[in-house]
């Protein structure tokens, strides 16, 4: 081949490739012929040596096969000769008489019938030793593959009973188990369920095998015992009762008299505060019985002890209405309770309730102010303590529907499930400041710089300001151990925390004076009412209207003279109020 357009040095490459690639060919093509010759000669020899192996090793037997199927051929062919050549030379004997000549080949017939017969009978003695051990495991296939199409089952026998027959133990546990499931006990009941006897037996033809679900009511018809259909009376899943259909009649219309009786136009929805059935079922026939205990029961009531925590603002009046229960029935048992109670109180009640109570719910439609919110605004430039109005607050309304739940005629709980605002409510915003106060300086008792104590007179953004602080006044020359708040004649003064009314009356220059303890040692005081709306010994809640600014005792003016006291001694009252400072509450 001509290899054109190439160099010098291409078609010496190309040679060279043309070369080495021949010469790799040819040494494959080598490897692979020498292995399919060293294959075959391998092969070659491995059928051989087979061939050789089974010759040797049947060349016997097929030889004594051989000869054991010839030999009694030979053998009787030839007796047959022989009988045949002894017959011929008895006729040829001439001086034989005729008769002699018959009872000659008689004789020979005869020898040669029984070489025959004992040529075949060693015949078959050899082919009966050799086919006996072959039919023997024909047959003993044969017995198996006929055991192998035969089916068992097992015999169940119950109280003395044929119950029939079943595949598995299985079954008769799934029987037993429904059984149970359908026979309902009492407390004093025994399990009906014995101890079966069971057998295996080869299944006949007209052995048909019961389920579990027929099985189970064969246990039932074998039972000593009677089952009968009847009605269980069913309180929270607890069995109360059994009883016949008529007896059961009687306990519903009882239970259905009870729900009627509290039904009302305005109910909702009427059910016994217990889970109440009456179910059908089989039940052991010794345990029927009549209704009257049921009856009983349905239309009894109980004495239930219940407590009650009291809360802020509670008395004996409100508690009373609240709970449904005399004011005298209350005191008797918590002699305690007066016209202030403390809150946490824990306060012990009885009252009747029917054994089966009646839960009604009902719904009811109100329109439900929504108190406004208080939102601070915190302002670096302010000193401490000071508020400034932002924004007043004003109530919202709303149209609220409560569920209203009774249990025996009694309220137990109001549930608002659903709200529609009518006029939104609108927040106070107060800004306070954050900024060091440079008039309160000093180590000393602080509650809570942001307002633990709210003020007593005019928090609620009403006209009121400081005017005079606490500390040494230079205008008389005194050590002034309060705050004074100048607001206009009867304003309200509230608690400027919860506590307990300790004083309520007139004390020398403090004129109309309350001190209320708040616990922990602190006690605040309100000076020169014009009026007190509390007493000695009533419980107060922050926020709560304990009197109104006046001038009595020693006071130039309208103003509220108030303290806070920690044990002895006198404390600052800016310490715990979030107060105006030396600043009027003013709009910003």
């Not at 040529?119 to 495991?137: C, D, E, H, K």
């Not at 027959?165 to 026979?183: F, H, L, P, R, S």
Request: with cysteine; aromatic share 10%.
């Amino acid at each position: 081949m001509q290899k054109k357009g190439l160099g010098s040095a291409g078609r010496t490459a190309l040679d060279f490739l043309d070369f080495t690639g021949g010469t790799v060919f040819s040494i494959i093509a080598s490897l692979v012929g020498g292995l399919f010759r060293f294959t075959y000669k391998k092969l070659s020899a491995l059928f051989s040596f087979i061939g050789r192996w089974l010759v040797k090793k049947l060349k016997q037997p097929l030889y004594d096969l051989w000869c054991f199927i010839l030999t009694p051929i030979a053998h009787a062919i030839g007796t047959v000769a022989h009988a045949s050549i002894q017959i011929k030379k008895v006729g040829e004997r001439g001086e034989l008489h005729i008769g002699k000549k018959l009872i000659h080949i008689l004789k020979v017939i005869t020898a040669a019938v029984l070489r025959l017969l004992a040529g075949l009978v060693r015949f078959l003695r050899t082919a009966f030793n050799y086919a006996a051990p072959v039919l023997s495991i024909a047959f003993l296939i044969a017995v198996v593959r006929y055991a192998g199409t035969l089916e068992y089952t097992i015999s169940v026998e119950y109280n003395g009973n044929d119950l029939g027959v079943i595949n598995k133990e299985g079954d008769y546990t799934e029987a037993q188990a429904i059984v149970q499931d359908i026979i309902t006990y009492t407390d004093e009941d025994q399990s009906l369920i014995e101890t079966p006897k069971f057998s295996v037996k080869m299944m006949r033809q007209d052995d048909s095998p019961v389920d579990s679900s027929a099985l189970s009511q064969l246990i039932l018809d074998s039972s000593e015992v009677n089952i009968v259909f009847a009605y269980g009376f069913y309180i929270n899943d607890s069995l109360y009762g059994v009883y016949s259909e008529e007896e059961m009649e009687r306990i519903r219309t009882a239970l259905e008299s009870r729900l009627a009786s509290a039904f009302s136009s305005r109910s909702a929805s009427i059910d016994f505060r217990d889970n109440v059935e009456l179910i059908e079922g089989q039940f052991i026939e010794t345990n029927l019985q009549p209704a009257d205990s049921a009856l009983e029961y349905i239309n009894g009531t109980r004495t239930v002890e219940a407590f009650y925590i009291t809360q802020s603002g509670d008395n004996l009046s409100s508690i009373s209405s609240d709970l449904g229960i005399s004011e005298e029935a209350l005191k008797a048992e918590n002699p305690f309770l007066g016209m202030s109670v403390p809150p946490g109180e824990l306060v012990t009640y009885h009252y009747e309730e029917s054994n089966l109570p009646v839960v009604t719910t009902r719904y009811e439609q109100h329109d439900s102010p929504v108190e406004y919110t208080v939102q601070y605004i915190y302002d670096s430039s302010e000193e401490r303590y000071t508020e400034l109005l932002v924004q007043h607050g004003s109530d919202g309304l709303e149209k609220q529907t409560i569920m209203i739940t009774e249990t025996d005629g009694r309220e137990t709980s109001r549930q608002v499930v659903s709200r529609y605002t009518l006029q939104e409510m609108v927040p106070m915003i107060i800004r306070t400041g954050t900024r060091q106060n440079t008039t309160l300086e000093g180590d000393t008792h602080v509650i809570d710089t942001l307002g633990t104590f709210i003020w007593p007179v005019g928090w609620d953004g009403g006209y009121s300001y400081v005017s005079s602080l606490f500390g040494y006044r230079d205008w008389d020359h005194s050590n002034h151990r309060a705050i004074d708040i100048a607001a206009k004649r009867g304003t309200d003064i509230y608690a400027a925390a919860s506590g307990t009314v300790v004083f309520a009356g007139t004390y020398s220059s403090y004129g109309k004076m309350t001190i209320i303890d708040h616990g922990y040692g602190y006690q605040t005081v309100y000076a020169h009412q014009s009026a007190i709306d509390v007493s000695e010994g009533d419980y107060v809640s922050k926020g709560d209207v304990i009197g109104h600014v006046g001038m009595t005792g020693s006071a130039s003016g309208n103003h509220l003279h108030f303290e806070l006291r920690y044990g002895d001694e006198r404390l600052d009252p800016m310490l715990c109020l979030g107060g105006v400072g030396d600043h009027e509450v003013r709009d910003w």
